[in-house]
């Protein structure tokens, strides 16, 4: 008979184990995106930057031909980490980019969690390369997008099979906080969630209208 103990799966993430990279989320490489809309995926990249950044989280911030082609990075990032510097790359995989490549290396961590555009070029390339030099990589499904369906899915697959965790925007800022109890990022953790969680968002909202300091999970 197996006995449990009180452990959560290591394969879970925690605010201290991990470095994000967030690649590419640009103007020019969003307006061709049919996988998910536009301003959903506005919302989604808003949630995992603002969950990094309230919880201290390493992260990387990338574009590609910033000035030349693609344009500035989303304002939710950069609002989210203001002042940070955003790697420019001319690579399409940034684990091509010697720069990036320095800046995972200083941040000293074997757990990688990706998200950004597109799916099957900008995401698949670095997950795949980490994924055989032996790194863990997670990818945040919601908060990547491609010109199709059809490539997105697809590069998750391939992704999924190289060994690669697929994970949504919400869970990855849940995951962070983990238990409500944990005061110190509640405010934070549901501030995030009723700005950009739908439907999840307005029922925290209600909530705290209703209850008002007797809505809390904790």
Not at 9 to 24: E, K, M, N, Q
Not at 39 to 56: E, H, K, S
Not at 147 to 165: C, F, Y
Not at 188 to 194: E, H, L, R
């Amino acid at each position: 008979m197996t006995t449990a103990s009180l452990a959560a799966a290591r394969s879970l993430l925690t605010p201290t184990d991990h470095a994000l990279i967030l690649i590419d989320h640009q103007s020019q490489m969003a307006f061709p995106l049919n996988s998910i809309e536009v301003g959903a995926l506005r919302a989604n990249t808003a949630t995992v930057a603002r969950a990094a950044a309230a919880f201290a989280v390493p992260t990387v911030l990338t574009s590609v031909a910033a000035t030349s082609f693609s344009g500035p990075v989303f304002p939710e990032i950069q609002k989210a980490f203001p002042g940070a510097p955003i790697i420019d790359r001319t690579t399409m995989n940034c684990w091509e980019d010697a720069a990036v490549i320095a800046e995972v290396n200083r941040l000293a961590t074997d757990r990688i969690v990706l998200a950004g555009l597109w799916t099957s070029v900008c995401i698949a390339g670095p997950a795949l390369s980490a994924i055989e030099q032996g790194f863990e990589v997670y990818v945040i499904a919601d908060a990547s997008g491609d010109v199709s369906n059809e490539a997105h899915d697809r590069a998750i697959q391939r992704m999924i099979q190289a060994g690669v965790r697929p994970l949504t925007s919400l869970q990855y800022l849940l995951e962070l906080q983990r238990d409500w109890a944990r005061g110190e990022t509640y405010d934070a953790t549901t501030g995030i969630a009723i700005d950009h969680s739908g439907a999840y968002g307005i029922g925290l909202l209600y909530a705290k209208a209703m209850l008002g300091e007797h809505a809390r999970e904790g």
